[in-house]
């Protein structure tokens, strides 16, 4: 809890930080734009980002929202323990990570320490520590590690960027999906956003949509 998912979200995204905001419920969806980098011709990249609570009583129903073709971003606070072993953190990374491993297993994660504006030598050579014992615990899935501070700013646009080339590169991304078929998503996303606080479209609404499309 109170990693700093909402706000590197928030970070990631170019709007502006709310130290003040309250913890995420349950599951917080945001969509966003970016343009992809070194393309021959301009691509932007149109994101759904999901920022899920970190409550420990959101961990089982989180599940049903990992999927194969996602990106991941895993978040913990980080602070050096020089003590034998993982740390009580690291552990709670290994949760996340035998999570994602079941649902996608060659998944890429980007794991993310936050709340660090400079580590020095000793807390670097920790960090390096943690990353082999996760690479060696979870080989099939490709693993980055990043460091970061939101709020100053440290380290968010090289993650950003690693999260763009990783996306050039993603076969999920080079998916081709019917142009019809997104204008109904987005018809559907509308519907279901305009008629209640929670985006929530009954079967009968939806076939209502469906029926409407020109397909």
């Known amino acids: 809890e109170r990693v700093g998912k909402t706000t590197l979200s928030k970070a990631l995204r170019g709007e502006a ?5 309250p913890s995420t419920d349950g599951v917080a969806v945001h969509e966003a734009t970016f343009a992809l980098p070194d393309q021959p011709t301009r ?3 149109r994101v759904s980002v999901w920022d899920f609570a970190g409550q420990r009583v959101y961990y089982l129903t989180h599940q ?3 999927s194969p ?3 991941y971003l895993l978040l913990w606070k980080w602070a050096p323990d020089r ?3 993982p740390s009580e953190q690291e552990r709670q990374l290994f949760f996340w990570l035998r999570s994602i491993e079941a649902q996608a297993p060659s998944a890429t994660v980007f794991v993310v320490g936050t709340h660090c504006r400079g580590c020095s030598a000793e807390e670097q050579a920790l960090m390096e520590e943690a990353r082999r014992r996760l690479e060696t615990a979870f080989p099939s899935l490709q693993l980055r590690f990043h460091l970061v501070d939101s709020c100053a700013g440290v380290g968010v646009a090289a993650l950003r960027t690693a999260l763009l080339e990783h996306a050039a590169s993603s076969s999920a991304t080079r998916l081709e999906v019917p142009t019809r078929w997104l204008e109904l998503r987005d018809k559907i996303s509308d519907a279901g956003n305009a008629t209640r606080d ?3 479209l009954s079967l009968d609404d939806f076939q209502t949509e ?3 499309a020109d397909f």
């Open 17 to 21: 930080i709310d130290t003040a905001e």
């Open 69 to 71: 073709r996602a990106t």
């Open 43 to 45: 691509v932007v990249l």
């Open 198 to 200: 929670v985006p929530l």
């Open 64 to 66: 049903f929202f990992l």
């Open 83 to 85: 003590g034998d072993g």
């Open 210 to 212: 469906v029926a409407g």
